[in-house]
């Protein structure tokens, strides 16, 4: 079955602090995302890669950066965390060439005080 | 750009009794249409998708959705509720010969009531 890890369901971090949010699919997909869940905002696209090292930037990416280096595993960062990225995150996997569904992992909810 | 509503926030329904969840999408050729439910505590889960042919589709968990063109509408609907559907439901659009990234609405949260 079809499986999308991300390490941490729940994170509480300082001001400032740089943090990682780690996704792992073990799907082979090309295409990977990271999305920011609020409540009654939906879910907003933070950044997406099509390929190792290949990254695009999504709706809101302003405080994000990310990483892949391996085909499995897309990172997320956030530099210096604000009290305003208090939020859950979703990562996503899907495959190449089509309009095909996402892959959800159970979400990381991040707390920045 | 492609953009989806889900004009209502929260819906009631008692259990046993049918559901219907609106969506309406803005987009000017053929849409790619999914639906998704997340569980409280999960991660979203495919329902059903539309790319093309018969415009009503048929998904896990009893769900059906009719694609139609007219109304811009993409309705998700299942014929008796069950207490465990009591989720937030999510319709998305993904556009044709584009990137493929869809663009969800912002939700509807499913009370059911027993």
């Known amino acids: 079955d079809v499986k999308v890890t991300q390490s941490s369901r729940y994170l509480v971090k300082r001001t400032g602090e740089k943090v990682f949010l780690e996704c792992v699919q073990d799907m082979d997909h090309e295409n990977m995302f990271w999305y920011r869940q609020d409540p009654g905002l939906g879910l907003r696209l933070i950044y997406f890669?099509?390929?190792?090292?290949?990254?695009e930037k999504g709706d809101i990416p302003e405080g994000y950066s990310v990483s892949r280096e391996k085909k499995e595993r897309f990172s997320l960062i956030l530099e210096s965390a604000s009290t305003n990225q208090t939020s859950m995150y979703l990562c996503?996997?899907?495959?190449?060439?089509?309009?095909?569904?996402?892959?959800f992992g159970n979400g990381t909810r991040l707390t920045v005080t | 750009a492609q953009s989806v509503t889900q004009p209502d926030i929260h819906i009631t329904v008692s259990e046993g009794a049918s559901l219907e969840l609106r969506c309406n999408y803005s987009y000017g050729a053929t849409p790619y249409l999914f639906w998704y439910v997340q569980s409280p505590g999960q991660g979203l889960q495919l329902l059903l998708k539309?790319?093309?042919?018969?415009?009503l589709v048929q998904g896990i968990k009893g769900f059906e959705a009719e694609f139609k063109r007219s109304q811009s509408s993409f309705n998700l609907r299942k014929p008796s509720v069950h207490w465990s559907d009591a989720a937030e439901y999510f319709c998305a659009v993904g556009e044709s010969g584009g990137s493929y990234i869809p663009t969800f609405g912002r939700g509807t949260s499913l009370i059911v009531h027993p």
């Open positions: 539309y790319f093309s042919g018969d415009t």
């Open positions: 996503a996997s899907s495959s190449p060439g089509g309009p095909w569904a996402l892959h």
């Open positions: 890669s099509y390929d190792v090292k290949m990254k």
